[in-house]
């Protein structure tokens, strides 16, 4: 996990969102590979490990639903991709489950990008150009802090879809691996080839 990523952080136990706090044992760089993060709020603590940060079990961790599933980066390409987020220059984009296979090549085409992926497959590992963040059942990140967000097909169902929402800030984009998905709180800009593409609205 990049240092940098903390301040984006948001403890799943409760609805406030408050600043978590890191405490590492252990750093590559700029990069944490063990250590802990902690809530202010509910003293809740959260581990780092492997670069990972475990804030709950990821519910498809060894399903066979994720490998024989078609994945995002057998659709699409990472330049199709990021010309559907239309991100440029800085700012962090999320990648959930196994939309974060995309991560080598979008890292190529927009290097200022920092990538964030949500329960990755574990054919993804840690490195320098990703971020990884393990979760039960939300994306753990605070609201409207995002550029954009890519959502594999395994994970296009709630509270994941709404999550992705929640994370983006409003007039960037979210990308479903999905047509005929419904997503609350974002204008769909097109549903074709498999994926759904929708700006966030800001409206409830
Ligand atoms: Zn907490």
Same mark, same amino acid.
């Given at each position: 996990?990049?240092?940098?990523?903390?301040?984006?952080?948001?403890?799943?136990?409760?609805?406030?969102?408050? /600043?978590?706090?890191?405490?590492?044992?252990?750093?590559?760089?700029?990069?944490?590979?063990?250590?802990?993060?902690?809530?202010?709020?509910?003293?809740?603590? /959260?581990?780092?490990?492997?670069?990972?940060?475990?804030?709950?079990?990821?519910?498809?961790?060894?399903?066979?639903?994720?490998?024989?599933?078609?994945?995002?980066?057998?659709?699409?390409?990472?330049?199709?991709?990021?010309?559907?987020?239309?991100?440029?220059?800085?700012? /962090?984009?999320?990648?959930?489950?196994?939309?974060?296979?995309?991560?080598?090549?979008?890292?190529?085409?927009?290097?200022?990008?920092?990538?964030?992926?949500?329960?990755?497959?574990?054919?993804?590992?840690?490195?320098?150009?990703?971020?990884?963040?393990?979760?039960?059942?939300?994306?753990?990140?605070?609201?409207?802090?995002?550029?954009?967000?890519?959502?594999?097909?395994?994970?296009?169902?709630?509270?994941?879809?709404?999550?992705?929402?929640?994370?983006?800030?409003?007039?960037?984009?979210?990308?479903?691996?999905?047509?005929?998905?419904?997503?609350?709180?974002?204008?769909?800009?097109?549903?074709?080839?498999?994926?759904?593409?929708?700006?966030?609205?800001?409206?409830?």
């Amino acid at each position: 996990m990049f240092i940098e990523l903390t301040e984006l952080l948001r403890c799943p136990a409760h609805p406030d969102e408050t /600043y978590c706090v890191l405490s590492s044992e252990e750093t590559v760089g700029r990069i944490v590979t063990r250590g802990t993060i902690g809530c202010p709020i509910c003293r809740a603590e /959260y581990a780092i490990e492997n670069g990972t940060v475990k804030f709950g079990i990821d519910p498809l961790l060894g399903a066979d639903s994720r490998s024989d599933d078609i994945t995002l980066e057998e659709m699409l390409d990472p330049e199709t991709v990021q010309a559907l987020l239309s991100v440029e220059g800085s700012g /962090y984009v999320v990648l959930l489950g196994s939309a974060a296979r995309l991560s080598n090549g979008l890292a190529e085409l927009a290097p200022g990008i920092q990538l964030i992926g949500v329960n990755a497959p574990p054919d993804v590992g840690e490195s320098p150009i990703i971020s990884l963040l393990q979760a039960a059942a939300d994306i753990p990140l605070r609201s409207s802090v995002v550029h954009g967000a890519v959502i594999g097909r395994e994970y296009a169902v709630e509270p994941w879809l709404a999550e992705g929402v929640r994370v983006l800030i409003d007039n960037m984009r979210l990308v479903v691996g999905g047509e005929s998905v419904t997503v609350t709180g974002a204008k769909r800009l097109a549903a074709e080839r498999g994926l759904w593409v929708g700006v966030k609205t800001g409206l409830p």
